[in-house]
């Protein structure tokens, strides 16, 4: 037996209840469960736990399902994660310059993911958008293209990070002239 039983009801699904907590539920109407997933450099999606498939459009994007059975929820909890901090990045149309948020936001990805904060590189121009509001690797495209520098230690994004290589910089072309 495969543990489905959709015909006499007992499949069991784990739902949230008023506390956030997980419990298992009987979905006797359904033979799938679903439950949120984290997203790189995002979080826990804000889909649900609960009985019956995902969203249409959302399966294996924010959200997963799983074969109900009668023996135990297919949908468990799902890790939250680990969390970092990176910099959000705003174009200054004033300034005509982006700059570093004031604080890091915080980030979160997948404990087997690398941590990686970006930032909008030299060529990147007030219609660009930061990935992930800083979060996260650049793509090897804005790489390539210049708009987007990444780094990949907790915070690394910030403005006076980027001092630490500009001011070496900045000296070395004044002692040339």
Same mark, same amino acid.
């Given at each position: 037996? &495969?543990?489905?039983?959709?015909?006499?009801?007992?499949?069991?699904?784990?739902?949230?209840?008023?506390?956030?907590?997980?419990?298992?539920? #009987?979905?006797?109407?359904?033979?799938? /469960?679903?439950?949120?997933?984290?997203?790189?450099?995002?979080?826990?999606?804000?889909?649900?736990?609960? /009985?019956?498939?995902? $969203?249409?459009?959302?399966?294996?994007?924010? /959200?997963?399902?799983?074969?109900?059975?009668? #023996?135990?929820?297919?949908?468990?909890?799902?890790?939250?994660?680990?969390?970092?901090?990176?910099?959000?990045?705003?174009?200054? $149309?004033?300034?005509?310059?982006?700059?570093?948020?004031?604080?890091?936001?915080?980030? *979160?990805?997948?404990? #087997? $993911?690398? *941590?990686?904060?970006?930032?909008?590189?030299?060529?990147?121009?007030?219609?660009?958008?930061?990935?992930?509001?800083?979060?996260?690797?650049?793509?090897?495209?804005?790489? &390539?293209?210049?708009?987007?520098?990444?780094?990949?230690?907790?915070?690394?994004?910030?403005?006076?990070?980027?001092?630490?290589?500009?001011?070496?910089?900045?000296?070395?072309?004044?002692?040339?002239?």
């Amino acid at each position: 037996s &495969s543990g489905i039983n959709a015909e006499y009801g007992h499949n069991l699904c784990n739902t949230m209840n008023s506390e956030g907590e997980l419990e298992s539920t #009987d979905c006797s109407s359904s033979t799938k /469960c679903k439950s949120p997933i984290l997203v790189e450099y995002t979080g826990l999606d804000t889909a649900k736990y609960g /009985c019956g498939s995902c $969203t249409i459009g959302t399966e294996g994007i924010t /959200c997963v399902s799983c074969e109900a059975n009668e #023996d135990a929820p297919c949908n468990g909890a799902v890790s939250t994660g680990k969390t970092f901090k990176c910099f959000p990045y705003a174009f200054n $149309t004033t300034t005509k310059a982006w700059e570093a948020g004031s604080e890091a936001g915080t980030c *979160i990805a997948n404990e #087997d $993911t690398s *941590i990686a904060c970006n930032k909008p590189g030299e060529s990147a121009d007030q219609d660009y958008v930061v990935p992930h509001s800083g979060c996260g690797p650049c793509t090897a495209e804005a790489i &390539s293209a210049n708009t987007c520098v990444q780094c990949e230690e907790d915070s690394c994004n910030s403005a006076a990070a980027l001092s630490f290589v500009i001011l070496p910089l900045i000296a070395a072309f004044f002692n040339l002239v």
